[in-house]
């Protein structure tokens, strides 16, 4: 089982020492990095992450094919690539030429809001378009989810549907996969295992968080631990995500009470232990 990072989750260890925090989640068994991108934001986004993680994310264009280089050497790829919806229009094609150049597969959107149904449906149009530019570079888009995905919003037709099905329904499999969120499921009061047998056709990447038991109780910021060490159901979604061959796994911890280094490592060190 291999299993990569979200670079989010290590963005002040990276900001410090990029190649020795590559070193050090290598010794520890990470496989592979899923990086945070610049690509299809405008200024103002670039500058709110920025204030949200402390300062620049260092995963522009130019930086990120250093920082890329730098993995390698010590025998991580980058597989995939967050990205933003804003400006993906005007640069899908160049998107394209430096996902095939750096090795990249896939690119995941990830969206903090949504508008009313007009507003997704025209953000699945976006991903249509986009996904017909991609292809041509053996590039696959991914959703992200966040608890909200899964709210449920009235369809053109009437009925009631979580966000997230809108999106499947609107797009074929070649132009959106999914990566789900495994702590933001439960978060959400979702049966993470059951949703996962449930999409499993759909499903690229799972994403593998944990919350504290006592989430509902503690501010949304804090929930965060290592993997086994909290609410969610990992041996039975690791059965069913299982089930799939080609199945990729990311760990995905917001936020450390310690060392998110550490936390890495011990989610890894347990989640290869539960799937040997």
């Not at 005007?90 to 690119?107: D, H, P, R, T, W």
């Not at 998110?260 to 989610?267: N, T, V």
Request: glycine content about 8%.
């Amino acid at each position: 089982m291999e299993i990569g990072i979200n670079t989010m989750s290590a963005m002040n260890a990276m900001r410090a020492d990029f190649e020795g925090t590559v070193k050090r989640l290598k010794a520890g068994g990470c496989d592979w990095l899923e990086a945070m991108s610049d690509w299809g934001a405008k200024q103002e986004t670039i500058d709110f992450y920025s204030n949200l993680t402390g300062g620049p994310s260092g995963w522009d264009p130019e930086n990120a094919e250093l920082r890329m280089e730098i993995a390698r050497k010590n025998g991580m790829s980058i597989k995939g690539l967050f990205i933003f919806d804003e400006r993906l229009d005007e640069q899908a094609q160049k998107l394209g030429k430096y996902c095939q150049k750096n090795g990249i597969s896939y690119v995941v959107l990830s969206f903090l809001e949504y508008g009313g149904i007009e507003d997704i449906y025209e953000k699945a149009a976006l991903i249509r378009r986009t996904a017909a530019v991609l292809g041509n570079y053996g590039v696959q888009i991914l959703m992200h989810n966040h608890e909200h995905d899964t709210m449920l919003i009235r369809d053109k037709d009437g009925t009631q549907k979580p966000i997230i099905s809108i999106f499947l329904q609107q797009c074929l499999a070649q132009e959106l996969m999914l990566e789900v969120d495994t702590g933001w499921l439960v978060y959400a009061g979702v049966d993470a295992p059951a949703y996962v047998r449930r999409h499993l056709d759909r499903i690229a990447v799972m994403h593998l968080k944990d919350i504290c038991k006592d989430y509902k109780n503690v501010p949304r910021e804090d929930i965060f631990v290592p993997c086994g060490q909290g609410a969610v159901d990992f041996p039975a979604i690791m059965a069913e995500a299982g089930k799939k061959a080609d199945m990729m796994y990311v760990l995905d911890q917001d936020k450390s009470r310690g060392d998110i280094i550490e936390d890495h490592i011990a989610s890894i060190k347990y989640l290869k232990s539960i799937c040997i």
